[in-house]
């Protein structure tokens, strides 16, 4: 039987079929860039079904050819690979995590909170924690091969990559995010941030890699957003801040080895990839 390379990431694998690649998602969960013991049943299938999704209704070019196995080459017809993969065409890879900033949070809050900036450019003073931000903003993230990706200012990408990549890519961007935040807002849903990957095929930019899954984005119910923060408290995602959350109350140092999961994060954590898919598959 024919062998094709397989690259390991921390959640998928990835077989190159030459033009084209199999991207599978396991059930691995990875959180600050770690990969955990804990398997959370169906979830890769789950990501699989949300992000070919997004695929067929998005208003650009991406990587999605085919979820259906019949489509595959034969070794990969069978169960093991069945509903969890999507074959692709094969892109050269644009090595920035193109985020976008619909309010903040996480390492754009922190930034924000150190200097006043998001991607090195001012905000106004006295955003709190999660508000929403009057636009959406792109904050780009080198991918680094070695360690975690590194978030760098906006200048600092047209340095390396170039004025006109880089406005292109921040356009397309948050095209992408203002698409999606306004279908999610019929389904009762904030987008609050997301990333999204780029490469070429010849000389057109695609959208490639996974998109506006839980795994790459945060969502949260509009009535819990809008109670959390006139309340002050923590936004109480859709997505895998359950996790972020836990591992911020025990203080972990986010390096591995991972610390055990509780079977009740585990649980809350299937029960919210559900959720979302329901809802997203909805949207049209
Ligand atoms: N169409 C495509 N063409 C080329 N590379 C792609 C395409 N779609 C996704 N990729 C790459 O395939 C890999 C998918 O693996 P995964 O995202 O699970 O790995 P990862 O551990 O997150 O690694 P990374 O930090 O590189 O994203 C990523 O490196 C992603 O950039
Ligand atoms: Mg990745």
Not at 224 to 233: C, F, L, N, S, V
Not at 236 to 244: E, F, G, I
């Amino acid at each position: 039987m024919e062998q094709y390379p397989v690259y390991r990431g921390k959640v998928r694998n990835v077989y190159d079929l030459g033009d084209q690649l199999l991207l599978v998602a396991s059930d691995r969960f990875s959180a600050f860039d770690v990969v955990f013991q804990e398997r959370i049943p169906g979830k890769g299938k789950i990501l699989t079904e949300i992000a070919a999704h997004w695929f067929t209704i998005l208003p650009i070019p991406s990587h999605f050819i085919s979820v259906h196995p019949a489509d595959f080459p034969e070794q990969f017809r069978n169960a093991d690979f069945e509903g969890r993969s999507m074959l692709v065409q094969k892109a050269k890879r644009i090595d920035y995590e193109c985020v976008v900033r619909g309010a903040l949070m996480g390492s754009g809050y922190k930034e924000y909170a150190s200097s006043g900036t998001l991607a090195g450019s001012p905000l106004p003073a006295g955003i709190r924690q999660g508000e929403l931000l009057s636009n959406p903003v792109f904050t780009p993230a080198r991918k680094n091969d070695m360690g975690h990706d590194e978030n760098i200012s906006i200048v600092q990408m047209e340095k390396e990559a170039g004025r006109e990549l880089t406005q292109k890519l921040a356009s397309l961007s948050i095209e992408l995010f203002q698409f999606a935040a306004q279908r999610l807002a019929t389904e009762g849903i904030i987008l609050l941030d997301t990333k999204f990957e780029f490469g070429w095929i010849g000389e057109e930019i695609i959208l490639i890699d996974e998109v506006l899954t839980p795994d790459s984005s945060r969502f949260a119910f509009k009535n819990d957003y809008e109670k959390a923060i006139q309340q002050g408290q923590q936004i109480p995602t859709l997505d895998k801040q359950v996790v972020r959350d836990y591992l911020e109350s025990i203080a972990w140092d986010k390096n591995p080895p991972p610390p055990p999961l509780p079977k009740e994060i585990v649980d809350r954590l299937m029960a919210r990839y559900e959720t979302m898919k329901e809802k997203i598959l909805c949207i049209t």
